[in-house]
């Protein structure tokens, strides 16, 4: 079984508010957020109350005091096992993975999906298969399928590739919701996005009032509760606000008055407001548990 993050004390579950380093270095001269070098962007990072960078420098992140999680891409058997060997002696306390391409029959994908559950449990690093397009887990009812088939498989919840690329407002929401239930049970990591059923990346405004955004919340309380049940003491879970740019096609571009092409909103201030929509739903996720 691919474990969770842990800090090796004593305290209770809890979640712990990262950036990816997409949303931190990637920000335009318009952008609210910091400027500067690296360092003087992690130090805002910091300050802005976030406790690790996924993707950041490690000397850097370490003078700080921030943590740092990393991701790697698994194509074929084998190169799970160098992901984990690397990732465990540079320092980071788990990674998130894109695997394979999605095309493969599912002697393949299982084959991959063992394999990196046992390079994690060998290296005693926690290895969390991203839901992400173009993948294994392009597809909702395929990774439900290797959810029960590898009770031991651990996720990182990247839910608007679904959310947007399955456009899963079309039919009943909720009994999807139900139908991914081994998903959200094994979810530790979360990259935190919101898409609407058209666009996988959209400004939120302030949260509020939009049953898109509703919908995140659940799916995000969902996994947080799939943490909660079998977490232990010093155990936590990651969610990591990972907003990226528009040259990858994710930040949608907006005219602005001087006919100008610029993001539609703040990455930064997005990114903040994601990771108080976050708190809010751990907290919703122990009362439903108890804890």
Sequence with gaps: MIRNCNDG?????????????????TLPPYSSGPKGDEKEKLAAAKAA??????????????????????GGRVDKKGEAENIARECKDSGVDCATLHVARGLEDDDVVFGLVNDIINASVKHDLPLYIE????????????????AKKFPGVRFNGDFSHWYTGAEMVYGDINAKFEYIAPVFERVRFIHGRIGNPGSMQVDIGDGKGRTFVDHFREMWTRSFVGFLK?????????????????NIYYA?????????EVEEGDRWRQAILYAQIAKECFAEAQKRVGK
């Design 9 to 25: 004390s004593k305290a209770a579950p809890y979640l712990r508010c990262d950036m990816n380093g997409g949303n931190l270095f």
């Design 49 to 70: 109350g976030f406790a690790g960078i996924q993707g950041g420098n490690a000397a850097l992140c370490k003078e700080l005091g921030l943590k740092r999680t990393g």
């Design 131 to 146: 839901t992400h397009r173009a993948t294994i887990t392009n597809d909702i009812w395929r990774t439900v399928q290797i």
């Design 230 to 246: 079998s977490a232990k003491p010093g155990d936590f879970i990651c969610f990591t606000p990972e907003l990226l740019p528009p």
């Design 252 to 260: 949608r571009l907006i005219r602005n008055a001087k006919g100008e």
